[in-house]
């Protein structure tokens, strides 16, 4: 072999070296942004579950007050019936003592 397919040996070696290197620091890359792409996915899934469930419990609020808003003034209604009531007493007793 002569000295300068020797030459040409040892750089490309060199090179071959270099981009083994090159290629083992992708290869981390990848994994670490692999692993931080299941965080993220986990994280978002966790999220995305807990707007549901954030939902369902405004939902269930929302239905509790409309509910509770017809119930006071169904109360409302039943307190002036049975205030009525109390003085059409009042006048019949007062008519019976007259």
Excluded: H, P, W
Excluded at 38 to 49: G, H, Y
């Amino acid at each position: 072999m002569t000295k300068k397919d020797e030459t040409l040996l040892a750089e490309f070696e060199i090179r071959m070296r270099q981009l083994m290197y090159l290629c083992d620091g992708l290869k981390e890359e990848n994994a670490s942004l692999k692993n931080a792409l299941v965080e993220k996915t986990q994280s978002v899934e966790l999220l995305s579950s807990e707007v549901e469930m954030l939902k369902r419990k405004y939902d269930n609020l929302k239905f509790v007050k409309s509910i509770s808003s017809e119930i006071s003034e169904d109360t409302q209604q039943a307190k002036n019936r049975l205030s009525k009531l109390v003085r059409d007493v009042d006048k019949c007793i007062a008519m019976l003592k007259k």
